[in-house]
């Protein structure tokens, strides 16, 4: 039985597990989850993840959220001796590390500045632009003390993937971040050296760059945290 992925077309974290299961030539099915209609937010979608949060992974009946534990979860299942998820253990926690970094704090700062003002009714703020320059310094750091080609070592893993989509909703805003030259380097080579997998982060960066444009309207959503933008 095909992997089913209940995701977003626009969605850092679903772009990131779409990317891993090409690249690993995974066959999988894509159900679109939708957002403006709350469909993460019903009971139904909650007996699959309790935290209503997207993506989730469907493996004949074994729901799994969490980007990254999904990526950790089909390179071990399907393709354990994958690079994508090194098996050396110092390697491994590098990966890990970065998959970490970007959960706990480079998507958190950055996505609260780029994608959070786009879809609710939030503003970018002097705060949040100080915390977006710092997570870019930190990961530039990790960068340069590395010394790789990639995020963790010297070839793709499923590190580069959410790290690499955080950093497209700055270009998707068009947030110059040109001064950080080892990502902004690290990001560019993706892009010419992996086309196929920056066609999936393309199309939602044209998404979220229409979006911006055209805020949506998500009365329907009752989202229990967020404040919906009010619609004229």
Known sequence: MALKLYGVSDGPPSLS????????????????????????????????????????????????????AILQYICDKFKPTSELYPQDPKLRAIVNHRLCFNLSTYYANISAYTMAPIFFDYERTDLGLKKVKMALDVFETYLSKLGTSHVACDHLTIADFPLFNSTMTLEAIGFDFSKYTKIYNWYINFKK???????????????????????????????????IRKVN
Do not use: C
């Open 17 to 68: 597990v779409r990317q891993a299961l090409k690249w690993l030539n995974i066959p999988f099915e894509l159900i679109n989850v939708d957002f403006g209609k709350g469909e993460h937010m019903t009971p139904k979608y909650a007996q699959m993840n309790p935290q209503k949060e997207i993506p989730v992974l469907d493996d004949d009946g074994f729901f799994l959220g969490e980007s990254n």
């Open 193 to 227: 050296n992996y086309p196929e997998l920056w066609k999936i982060s393309e199309d939602a960066m044209k998404e979220i760059q229409h979006f911006a444009s055209n805020p949506p309207d998500l009365r329907n959503l009752n989202h229990p945290i967020h404040p």
